[in-house]
């Protein structure tokens, strides 16, 4: 009679195994960052320097991913670990900040295989290491049994030079960090597809590099904290490039004036890059969200910092002429392409009925 030995899932082992198997993988936080990390009921930060910075998100399974995709692709528990340390790190970067440790919350249903958990971590430290995220490290967390797979995580960081949304002038450029813009979305579109031409197992280079840019983002970390004392307002773009500009927009109080032509050359290289997977390209770079590039604004008598690129102008939000008013947020404030009108609405909400945009 042949035995099999079956994968270890989380309920043959107890807390103390999965938070050592864990601690194996994960990111350790720089000396003098956390002066005690995992092993105690909390976490000592060391004194830092500059404003603290706290931020957390959440990743749900069925939500905001699939264990198997309409395409065939099977998440791994690294991409989950990838995103959830990405995303986090990106929110302490549009703050102009450094990351310095993260506190990560798992609610594992009985059967996740142990190897996933595994897996996790490692996607947690590959991010941080590849996105030049050497300060950061995990210090601490929570794990729970739940009947839905949900990831959160906690980053603690610190800036000298915090930079917020609401500094923007008019006078100031619009300015944004990151890879184009739409490539997520694109990737998400992929992802989704039922066509027998984008089964997971036939991705040529091109596919697999737009599937990345919604499971493995890669924001531009360390361009906020360099740049932070030439800016004047900072966010990043999660939810797509018109909604978060029209949140920036009403955070200052002001209109963003973005430029069509800057705009249609990041949807000619979007096109470029996701080929017969892009339908509408400048859509796509309007509305596509989970980029997690970097949108924000400088002074006009500075140079452009390094990193980012011009896509537009600040201007009054008095000077509305053809602004319709039901686009414009407080005060006047919203976004327009070139002469245009356009509505911050459209992009992702996580409370909408529909992930379409």
Known sequence: MRI?????????????????????????????AVKCGIGDDAAILGPGEGKQLVTVD????????LDSW???YRTTGADVGWKSAAQNLSDINAMGGVPLAGFVTLSLPPQTPLAWVEAYAEGVAAAAHQLGATTFGVA????????ELQV?????GQASHPVLRGGARPGDRVLLAGSTPGMAHVGLSLLLSTDQADVAEGWDAAATAVAAAQLRPRP???????AAERLTSLMDVSDGLMRDAARLAASSSVVLRLDRDALEREATDLAAWGGRHVRDALRAVLYGGEDFGLLGTSPSELPVPEGFRQIGVVVPADAKEGLNPA???PAGSGVWLGDQPLSGAAGFDHFAPSRSD
């Open 140 to 147: 601490g967390g929570d794990l729970s049994s739940s009947a």
């Open 327 to 329: 686009e414009a947020g």
């Open 152 to 156: 959160g995580m906690t980053v603690i």
């Open 220 to 226: 531009p970390l360390g361009t906020g904290a360099a």
């Open 58 to 65: 959440t990743l749900v399974h069925g939500r905001d991913f």
């Open 70 to 72: 309409p395409c065939g």
């Open 4 to 32: 099999v030995n079956l994968p270890q899932t989380v309920s043959d082992v107890d807390e103390s195994s999965i938070i050592s198997l864990l601690n194996r993988h994960y990111p350790q936080p720089t000396a003098g």
